[in-house]
């Protein structure tokens, strides 16, 4: 096949979509039959994709276009003689022009469950894009049974078209250094909690820091780390929280990390914690039982589907019970143990080779649709 690919997601610092598209590339299956042109607004970014001549770049424009003009008017016309059997649109929304089959990843449906997250104009235009992306395309990829029950009810005469492929943990973070040397090198003494992510109100931040405050006195050496730029809309500082609660010399909020860093802190972190009263998959979840960290996880989907028996689960907006989980598995060596065996093995379930593979095949049978 000859598969396009908006891969504006690699450029700049990649994140969640960014992740799912590299790891995806880089785990494409060796058909010897494809090639994959990836598509970028502006200059390619070193080191973008794959060294593989399977997958070539196509940078389109100088780069400062708008992101909707450019994949909505630029896309279309630059592809038109590709001479294209299928799209795959990795990020929520396709070109609606286009006339070849498009695949599109829904993350998640937060447009529509948390429309308060998002400024007012720019959610009704996420909306409206997601809408007419997902009935203008050939399949709908979701990275979760809940996911695909959620886009399957939100519009319901796409339905049949909507695909479950789940994703795979953290096949593209360098390899993780032995715990004594990444606790070294971030200057860790006691108990390391970790959480990483976006910030936003959904993430429960507030409910953390208060759990935390419960922790110290029993460990005045913990330290929690809090990985991800803050996004929230409204914007709320977190760290003038935490210094309402004299956490000050407790609590880092590191913004984005080098991913040789995030490895590091993998490796250093005694727990992580992944508090969300709203999530399409939960990456960094998966992420932390693949890295054998012993998982704190909000007991909603899709990280109770995603995690199942692997963590403790709690009520995300509740910070006693945040803290008493975290304390269990600070103290309890039997219950560590046993959670890092289910941990690995429930990781073990998830691959991205696998994720590639059932990927090619929708894209296949959307091209054999046409």
Partial sequence: MRIGVDARELQGRPTGAGRYLRSLLRSWPDTGEDVLFAYFNGPDPAEAVPSDTRIEARPLGDGQERGLAWQ????????????????????????????????????????????DEFPLLDGLRRRLLVSASVRASAYTLACSAFTRREIAGHFPDAATRVVEIPLGPDDDLPQAPPRHEARARLGVSGPLLLSVGTLLHRRCIPELLRAVAKLIPRW??????????????????????ADELDL????????????????????????????????????????????????VASDRPALNEVVGQAALLVEPRDPAAIAEAVSELLS??????????????????????????????????????A
């Fill in 332 to 369: 309890d060596e039997a219950l560590r143990g046993s959670l890092l065996a289910r941990g690995r093995a429930r990781a073990a379930r998830y691959s991205w080779p696998e994720t590639a593979r059932r990927t090619r095949e929708i894209l296949r049978a959307a091209a054999l649709r």
């Fill in 220 to 241: 005045p050496d913990l330290r929690l780390q809090v990985v991800g730029e803050n996004r929230t809309h409204p914007y709320r500082d977190f760290s003038l929280l």
């Fill in 72 to 115: 909505q008017r630029t896309l279309p016309a630059a592809t038109a003689s590709e001479g294209l059997d299928v799209f795959l649109a990795p990020a929520y929304t396709c070109p609606l022009r286009m006339q070849i089959p498009r695949v599109t990843a829904v993350h998640d449906l937060s447009y529509f469950a948390r429309p």
């Fill in 248 to 295: 000050r010399a407790s609590v880092d909020f590191l913004g984005y990390v080098s991913e040789t860093a995030l490895a590091d802190r993998y490796a250093a972190a005694d727990v992580a914690v992944a508090l969300s009263e709203y999530e399409g998959f939960g990456m960094p979840a998966l992420e932390a039982l693949a890295r054998g960290v012993p998982l």
